[in-house]
């Protein structure tokens, strides 16, 4: 085989890789550009804005990320974290004692069917236990409330990562695209300069024994 002919397959098969990538980089820009403005769009959608900071309380002043974006609109995946860690997490511990949704739904079993008791039996306890269980219902919703919002949140985040995952491997495709065609091109300058009749590897004539022993 010719060397020129050689060098003219491997920067045609360069320069279709470069073409493949690039492909590749306009889909994964797409799906990158969709996620941040879906995203965008939801959170906006929800009117969520971060405390002032002038409004936070110390406990707040020490969560991450809520100094940072105090009085910001929420519109971004990041955002969406730390509203849902730092803060709608701070307000959950403090509302049920670090208890979830999940966790309060004992009690509130127990003080339902000790009210049910209390009032089959006139028993004079049944106005503490119903205060006692209006509040572990009222703590149950806002957590349930709570978790919910802060969940949605956490997923919406996860959803921008995805997107951000997508534009870093576009830039990684964009690049050896890039690689590629710079190969192809040098492999098409060395084709040009290269003699059409050099062969590739040429075969060296092997002496015989005449030739040896002489």
Do not use: C
């Amino acid at each position: 085989m010719k060397r020129r002919t050689l060098d003219l397959m491997f920067s045609l098969g360069g320069v279709v890789i470069a073409i493949l990538l690039t492909v590749a980089g306009v889909v994964l820009t797409a799906n990158a550009n969709f996620a941040t403005d879906y995203v965008t769009s939801q959170l906006a959608e929800q009117n969520i804005t971060f405390k002032t900071l002038d409004t936070l309380t110390p406990d707040e002043r020490e969560q991450p990320g809520l100094v940072e974006y105090a009085g910001q609109k929420l519109t971004t995946g990041k955002q969406a974290e730390v509203y849902a860690l730092q803060f709608i997490g701070l307000h959950l511990k403090n509302t049920a004692g670090g208890k979830t949704y999940a966790d309060l739904g004992v009690p509130q079993s127990q003080l339902r069917a000790q009210v049910a008791e209390a009032a089959k039996n006139n028993d004079p306890n049944l106005a503490a236990l119903q205060q006692q269980l209006a509040e572990v219902t009222a703590q149950r919703e806002t957590m349930f409330k709570g978790e919910t919002l802060r969940g949605l949140l956490l997923t919406t985040y996860g959803f921008s990562e995805f997107g951000v995952k997508a534009g870093q491997a576009a830039l990684v495709a964009y690049l050896a695209a890039l690689v590629m065609f710079l190969l192809s091109v040098a492999g098409f300058f060395h084709a040009w300069i290269t003699p059409r009749t050099q062969p590739f590897a040429p075969i060296e004539a092997v002496p015989d024994r005449e030739q040896i022993n002489a």
